[in-house]
């Protein structure tokens, strides 16, 4: 996203004093089912994701995004922005949240996970994400409280949403799914994601299971064909004993 996506251009405006807002109130809003949705989103992207053309990300979630100083923040249960990094004084004031005019764009996905009818995920939140001006806004409804679609994404057209036939993202790369399986204990469908090739990007556990695996095959591999060779040296070894017994000397050619 560039920043003429913005409602301002940040080079024309002085930095606000942000002293004075909220950037956390440090209220537990979250359940269980939610809090582990969000880290699985988070922590598959670090763990395995090659961002196209090696770009840099920031993935996070329950972190304040203020889009302009006069307007309360959103929160958004997942967002992930491209072509940004979290400064080195990253406790200052000023970067202790998601400041618009700090990163010079808004983020690219915001994911918001249903868990009650109180959010408004669909309606006021909707709006809300479109006039920041994040390209793509998704709404996980893992108990269909608001539709029978689990899953809705929405593309940014002209400053308004539209809703994607599919679960794709391709201005970053990226792509959404529901997966049937087990993340940390617990078996049920789960919010993932995708890779620009459609495959399912990895956590770090699987990551490291899939190496721990291939490493196996390689061992596994690498005994068969010790054995193989153990077996045809002991098969030539008695072809040359039987030969010696014939008063034939296999070490001579011809």
Request: with cysteine.
């Amino acid at each position: 996203m560039s920043k003429s996506a913005l409602p301002y251009d940040p080079a024309d405006v002085p930095v606000p004093d942000v002293d004075a807002i909220v950037t956390e109130d440090d209220t537990p809003v979250d359940n269980l089912a939610s809090e582990k949705q969000q880290r699985l989103l988070t922590e598959s992207l670090y763990a395995s994701w090659a961002c196209p053309g090696g770009r840099r990300f920031l993935a996070a979630a329950n972190v304040g995004l203020f889009p302009t100083i006069h307007r309360p923040p959103l929160v958004p249960d997942v967002f992930v922005s491209l072509d940004v990094e979290v400064p080195e004084d990253w406790w200052a004031k000023r970067h202790r949240s998601y400041f618009v005019w700090e990163f010079g764009k808004a983020p690219d996905v915001v994911i918001e996970i249903v868990s009650n009818l109180e959010g408004n995920e669909a309606g006021s939140k909707l709006a809300d994400y479109a006039r920041a001006g994040v390209p793509y806004y998704a709404i996980f409804d893992p108990q269909r409280l608001l539709s029978p679609e689990p899953l809705r994404v929405y593309e940014s057209r002209g400053g308004a949403y539209e809703l994607r036939p599919d679960a794709r993202l391709p201005r970053v790369g990226l792509g959404l799914a529901l997966w049937a399986g087990e993340y940390e204990g617990k078996h049920t469908e789960w919010l993932r994601w995708l890779d620009a090739e459609g495959n399912l990007i990895a956590t770090g556990v699987e990551r490291a299971n899939s190496e721990r695996e291939r490493a196996n095959t390689e061992r596994e591999r690498a005994n068969s064909e010790r054995e193989r060779a153990n077996t045809e040296r002991s098969r030539a070894e008695r072809l040359a004993e039987r030969l010696r017994a014939l008063g034939i000397d296999p070490d001579t050619d011809g």
